[in-house]
Structures are given as C-alpha cells and as structure tokens.
C-alpha cells in the first residue's frame, strides 16, 4: 500500500476483489502483500479486499531491488490522473508512512507453472486489467 497514492491502490484492490466469486469457482485464493502496518491500515484495507492480507515487513517479496517512483513521480499526468479517478469514486488515503515504493499484481500457477501474469507498475496507480487477471487465471492447474 502507498501512502499519498493509497486512494488508487484501495480502488485497485476492490476491482480485484470483484473477480473472488470467479476466483472462488476456479479453486484460486486472492492474496495481498503488504509492505508496513501503521495504525489501523491494514484493518482499514480489509473492507476493499476480499483475499488474505500478508505482512511483509521485511520486503522479501518486493525483491532484491525496491522498485521506487520518487517525488518527481508526483508531476507526471498519468499518476494524477489515477489519483483523481480513484478518488471520484470514494476512495480516501493518507499520508502516513513511505509511500513511494511500486506496487504489483501476479498471478502465480502451482507447483512448476511459475508466474503467469506479472504486472509492475511503472506509475502510481498503473493498474492491471482483471480480463488480463482472468486470462491467466484460467491457465492455473489446480493441484488436489
């Protein structure tokens, strides 16, 4: 979760929750991974995403190198534009905390199949389509 950018990343995460009801059909868990608890945020994070929350407060998920949009980040057209749409639509953030690491969203198949969607911001709020989700989605095997 992003701190001035949080609005886009709640939105993000409600649109991929929309897709648990076929997630569920498929046998395919939704997951986050958060990278700092403050407060209640991750309390106040729950209402918008229907998967299991994971913190990870050491960033072994975020990799060896942190991908990060610096404060220049904030005059780009694109990251203000996601902020507005976001924020139209009844999202509220704050300002708490570091706020200026990347974000993703991966779909990971089981056993050997590996990363099947991998989606790395290249803004704030460059978000990932959910036919896209889906697409990969549907190429999971499920192991029994």
């Known amino acids: 979760m992003k701190r001035l950018c949080r609005y886009v990343y709640l939105q993000e995460a409600s649109e991929l929750s929309s897709l648990k009801p076929q997630l569920d059909a498929l046998g395919v868990p939704l997951y986050a991974v958060v990278k700092e608890k403050i407060g209640s945020e991750i309390q106040d994070f729950k209402p918008n995403f229907a998967g299991e929350i994971f913190l990870d407060e050491t960033q072994a ?3 060896p190198q942190q991908r990060k949009m610096g404060g220049l980040g904030f005059i780009r057209l694109g990251v203000w534009q996601n902020f507005i749409r976001a924020w139209k639509s009844g999202y509220q953030g704050n300002i708490n905390g570091e706020g200026f690491i990347l974000g993703g969203v991966f779909v990971i198949g089981s056993g050997k199949q590996g990363v099947l969607l991998e989606h790395r911001e290249k803004e704030f709020g460059d978000r990932v389509g959910n ?9 999971i095997v499920v192991e029994k």
Do not use: H, N, R, W
Not at 133 to 139: F, G, H, I, M, S
């Open 61 to 63: 998920f975020y990799g």
């Open 131 to 139: 036919e896209s989700v889906l697409e990969a989605v549907k190429k």
